[in-house]
């Protein structure tokens, strides 16, 4: 089987750095993504780790270490529109495969 | 550009009640996705379409049937739902096969008494 780790919930003030941690436990992993959503609106596309290291996207970065199987969300200068639910999600092998999300990390951001 | 549309976005059934979930998708997608997300769930895949005419069952397929009507739609029944349905059900799809990005739709809140 597989399972994936997150934070239920994490909480920072606003112009702060904050990471959100995503640990896995899969055969044939291929890749980490990573989705937002507002208020169970509809989930959102952030990035997607297939190598280690580190992808930088504007605020949000996401990094991944495949011999640690663990991977993290790192969303700097937070803003109070940043306040979701963040997804980590695996995919397996290089072929065709769906996406398996962990249960999510709730970030609160105050002022 | 409408993305991922879902139809009805709210709905409330009695039990053993049937009812068909609707979702289209106007960007030429390959592969579809349908999802429900409990309360401290995530995501769950109840079955998937990995190109037209062609379903597979998710992790949670019990209850539910699927139909790939053409490229854009994609449908999911409840032929006779029980409480534990009650959910928010996300459509979702992909341009890439098993693509790691998936594009959602706004979501279908159902509730069965």
């Known amino acids: 089987g597989q399972s994936l780790e997150q934070p239920s919930e994490v909480t920072a003030v606003e112009g702060a750095i904050v990471q959100i941690n995503c640990t896995y436990q899969?055969?044939?992993?291929?890749?980490l993504s990573w989705y937002q959503q507002h208020d169970g609106g509809a989930p959102t596309f952030l990035s997607y780790n297939a190598l280690d290291g580190l992808e930088e996207t504007g605020r949000f970065s996401s990094f991944l270490s495949r011999s640690d199987s663990y991977g993290y969300l790192l969303l700097q200068e937070l803003q109070m529109k940043d306040s979701a639910s963040y997804f980590c999600a695996v995919k397996k092998g290089s072929g065709y495969s769906t996406l398996t999300f962990g249960k999510g990390t709730m970030l609160l951001v105050s002022p | 550009n409408a993305g991922v549309t879902q139809t009805p976005k709210f709905q409330v059934l009695k039990t053993g009640q049937s009812m068909t979930l609707q979702c289209a998708q106007d960007m030429n997608h390959n592969s579809m996705y349908w999802y429900r997300q409990d309360p401290g769930m995530g995501l769950r895949l109840i079955y998937y379409s990995a190109s037209e005419g062609t379903t597979d069952k998710g992790e949670v397929p019990n209850g539910y049937n699927v139909s790939r009507l053409n490229k854009r739609e994609f449908s999911l029944r409840l032929e006779s739902a029980a409480p534990s349905q009650t959910s928010v059900y996300f459509c979702a799809s992909s341009d890439e096969d098993g693509s790691y990005e998936q594009y959602f739709g706004p979501g279908t809140r159902l509730t069965v008494t």
């Open positions: 899969t055969s044939g992993f291929y890749g």
